[in-house]
Each structure stands twice: as structure tokens, then as C-alpha cells.
């Protein structure tokens, strides 16, 4: 198949005329999206809200150029669906294999970068365990205690569903889980265990027995915790 992106390298080399559509990291957020189940252009907006809606389009239409995604079209009033082609698809393995790398190699300047409270909520919404809660509704409020700006996010889980609302959506809350920004994605990324961070108080829960006791279990976690940085 013939690609219609043009390769500005001016190399003969097939890695650079991958990076000259792969190479930049509203791409690979984009592609990350994808291959997390995200399809529509505001769940891109909601899980990248650094990407400005001009920068997101450009992306998806030379994503579609390079015939990496299709557009499908939606009944009328409805947004248009994304998809992954078959040369989409081949691109998981090696987006994949960066973040592994990343984790391994840079996981110290990820920890320290300036990440997006929005963007971060998002991956922590849909990581949540939900098999380890309770059956039915559970309301968690995350409260982020050293920000005055999107500091409250309400994390409704009822089965293996779980919305996330910056407002209070008007449910009573089952438990309290508060910390600062930084220890919040620390805990995420697996620096500590929920017990540790109980334990050090940089991390305060509040709420049912049964509930504070399981966190370790429902909370939410990077699905590459289990890789350990290089020594």
C-alpha cells in the first residue's frame, strides 16, 4: 500500500519514515488513546486536555492521510468514531514497548514532570479496580489537597462502569481519599503501597471499615506498575 505521507527525512531509512509520522508526543498520546478503547473526539479532549481541539484535528487527519485510523461517520448529531486500521493495530506492540522502556529508563523525570491534573484523573478513573468493591454504586471523592483548581473529582463505580465528574454529581460519598498531587501519582505509579502511604500520612482515608481496609485492592494503579526501574 502506497503512503500518502510524504518522508521528510530525506533518508531511505524506514525507521525515520516511521518517525516521520510517529515521532511527536501528541501522536503517541493520541495513539494511546486509541488503543485504550477511546474513539471520539471529545474522549480524546477529555483524556489529553493539554491538546488544543486545532492540534487534535490536525493529528486525527494525519493519522487518517497515513492511513493509520479511519474516520467512520455517525448518524446525524452524533460525533464521528475513530478507528484503528490493520497497520493501527501493528503500531500496539511498539507503543507498548516505549512506554515499558520509559517506565524502566525515565520513570524518575515522568514522575517529576508538570503532568495535567485532568489528563492524570482520566487514567485513574478507568485504572480503578472495581472487581475488589463492593456490589452496586461507590462513590469515591478524590480530594487533591495542595491545588485550588480542580481539586474535588467524584469517581462513581457500579459494576465494571466508572464515571468521572470534576462536580459533584450529587451522590453520597462512600470514601474519602485525600492527598497532595504528587503523592497522588506516586501512589499511582506504585513509588508506595496504599498501607505505606496510610502509614506516612502523605495519603488520608476516610469512610467504611471495610472500604479503607480493601484500598489497597480497588485503588487505582498504572497498568506497568509491575516494571522496575532500571538500577
Known amino acids: 500500500m502506497e503512503s500518502k505521507t510524504k518522508n521528510t527525512s530525506g533518508s531511505l531509512c524506514p525507521a525515520m519514515a516511521s518517525a516521520d509520522i510517529l515521532g511527536d508526543k501528541w501522536t503517541l498520546l493520541l495513539l494511546r488513546e486509541l488503543f485504550l478503547g477511546t474513539t471520539r473526539f471529545g474522549g480524546f479532549q477529555k483524556a489529553i486536555p493539554r491538546m488544543s481541539p486545532s492540534i487534535l484535528s490536525k493529528r486525527l487527519k494525519a493519522l487518517e492521510a497515513a492511513e493509520i485510523i ?69 462513590a469515591i471523592l478524590v480530594q487533591i489537597s495542595d491545588r485550588t483548581d480542580l481539586n474535588s473529582w467524584w ?11 470534576p462536580t459533584d454529581p450529587g451522590h453520597d460519598v462512600d470514601v474519602y481519599l485525600t492527598a497532595t498531587f504528587a503523592n497522588l501519582v506516586a501512589l499511582w505509579l506504585g513509588d508506595m503501597t496504599m498501607r505505606e502511604a496510610v502509614e506516612a500520612k502523605t495519603v488520608f482515608l476516610d469512610g467504611p471499615r471495610n472500604l479503607v481496609n480493601s484500598a489497597q485492592d480497588w485503588m487505582a494503579q498504572s497498568p506497568l506498575v509491575g516494571v522496575k526501574p532500571a538500577t
Open 155 to 165: 469517581v462513581i463505580a457500579n459494576g465494571s462502569s466508572v464515571d468521572l465528574c
Open 70 to 138: 479511519i474516520r467512520k461517520s455517525a448518524p446525524t448529531g452524533q460525533a464521528a468514531d475513530y478507528k484503528l486500521t490493520r497497520s493501527g493495530r501493528e503500531l500496539g506492540p511498539i507503543v507498548e514497548a516505549m512506554a515499558v522502556w520509559g517506565m524502566r529508563w525515565r520513570k524518575r523525570s515522568i514522575a517529576a514532570q508538570d503532568c495535567d491534573v485532568g489528563g492524570f484523573m482520566w487514567d485513574f478513573h478507568r485504572t480503578l479496580n472495581t472487581q475488589a468493591l463492593p456490589d452496586g454504586e461507590t
